[in-house]
């Protein structure tokens, strides 16, 4: 079966290509944040970064193919892309501030426009941006296209808060640990619709992943633990794998287009 009458029989079959939200979903976009951030470290402090930077680039592309090329949501496929956005994000929004020079503060304001560009275009285009309507097709680009945003964004963000502001890593994965909360909040008093609450919560949980991570991997004379990067990110990566294989073996979080 060729892959256009393969997407053409999800989209008419109104397959959504993401999971439900749940609490779990959280759970593990938070871990693959984290994941994410310090495996991008390690990988820059392993080899040499244009090695680890072009194995980043090749890892997402393997990960988004394989998303896009599945009729459906399945668990594996779906998380082993966040991850791969997950791990080039951090290299992208790095590569901006040590290899351009550009300070955290423009490079956060820069990834926030392209995010509210691609929201803009997608809700034209498409007149919603609920991932109940996640199809294959143009739908599921514009999609990863804003994940892909969210976590560079997300990046440079927890990076501003942490270096440029000068907080460190364990009181800016605090400071955002409240703030997550505040999109739920505000949904359950009505005072924000779920999509843009689902979207701002999105946000968040990136910048809240890696401080954390990050917070268990730098040695102390950066303020943290010293666990390594590389023990942080394998330990992350156990836990990650693990529910991953609950939701692929029970498909409680798979969704049908609403």
Same mark, same amino acid.
């Given at each position: 079966?060729?892959?256009?009458?393969?997407? =053409?029989?999800?989209? /008419?079959?109104?397959?959504?290509?993401?999971?439900? !939200?749940?609490?779990?979903?959280?759970?593990?976009? #938070?871990?693959?944040?984290?994941?994410?951030?310090?495996? %991008?470290?390690?990988?820059?402090?392993?080899?040499?970064?244009?090695?680890? +930077?072009?194995? =980043?680039?090749?890892?997402?592309?393997?990960?988004?193919?394989?998303?896009?090329?599945?009729?459906?949501?399945?668990?594996?496929?779906?998380?082993?892309? !966040? #991850?791969?956005?997950?791990?080039?994000?951090?290299?992208?929004?790095?590569?901006?501030? #040590?290899?351009?020079?550009?300070?955290?503060?423009?490079?956060? #304001?820069?990834? /926030?426009?392209?995010?509210?560009?691609?929201?803009? +275009?997608?809700?034209?285009?498409?007149?919603?941006? %609920?991932?109940?309507?996640?199809?294959?097709?143009?739908?599921?680009?514009?999609?990863?296209?804003?994940?892909?945003?969210?976590?560079?964004?997300?990046?440079?963000?927890?990076?501003?808060? /942490?270096?440029?502001?000068?907080?460190?890593?364990?009181?800016? =994965?605090? *400071?955002?640990?409240?703030?997550?909360?505040?999109?739920?909040?505000?949904?359950?008093?009505?005072?924000?619709?779920?999509?843009? *609450?689902?979207?701002?919560?999105?946000?968040?949980?990136?910048?809240?992943?890696?401080?954390?991570?990050?917070?268990? =991997?730098?040695? /102390?004379?950066?303020?943290?633990?010293?666990?390594?990067?590389?023990? +942080?990110?394998?330990?992350?990566?156990?836990?990650? !794998?693990?529910?991953?294989?609950?939701?692929?073996?029970?498909?409680?979080?798979?969704?049908?287009?609403?």
């Amino acid at each position: 079966m060729t892959t256009d009458v393969r997407l =053409g029989r999800a989209r /008419a079959a109104g397959l959504v290509k993401v999971p439900q !939200v749940t609490a779990l979903f959280w759970i593990i976009k #938070v871990l693959t944040t984290g994941m994410g951030e310090t495996a %991008s470290d390690f990988l820059a402090h392993t080899l040499a970064p244009p090695v680890a +930077v072009g194995l =980043g680039a090749l890892g997402l592309a393997a990960g988004l193919a394989a998303q896009l090329w599945a009729a459906r949501y399945r668990a594996g496929i779906y998380w082993f892309a !966040v #991850v791969m956005v997950s791990i080039f994000g951090t290299m992208a929004a790095d590569v901006l501030h #040590v290899g351009l020079g550009i300070p955290y503060a423009a490079s956060t #304001v820069a990834f /926030a426009v392209a995010l509210a560009v691609i929201l803009f +275009v997608w809700h034209r285009t498409e007149g919603t941006l %609920s991932i109940h309507t996640v199809t294959a097709g143009r739908r599921e680009l514009f999609y990863w296209a804003t994940v892909l945003a969210t976590f560079a964004l997300g990046t440079a963000a927890g990076d501003l808060t /942490a270096a440029t502001f000068g907080w460190g890593y364990l009181v800016s =994965g605090i *400071a955002f640990a409240a703030a997550i909360a505040i999109p739920g909040l505000l949904f359950r008093y009505g005072m924000l619709g779920p999509v843009a *609450a689902f979207w701002a919560a999105y946000v968040i949980t990136r910048p809240l992943g890696a401080s954390f991570a990050d917070w268990m =991997g730098v040695p /102390a004379s950066r303020g943290g633990l010293g666990w390594g990067t590389g023990p +942080v990110t394998a330990a992350w990566a156990v836990v990650i !794998v693990a529910l991953v294989a609950y939701l692929a073996a029970t498909r409680r979080d798979a969704q049908t287009e609403s």
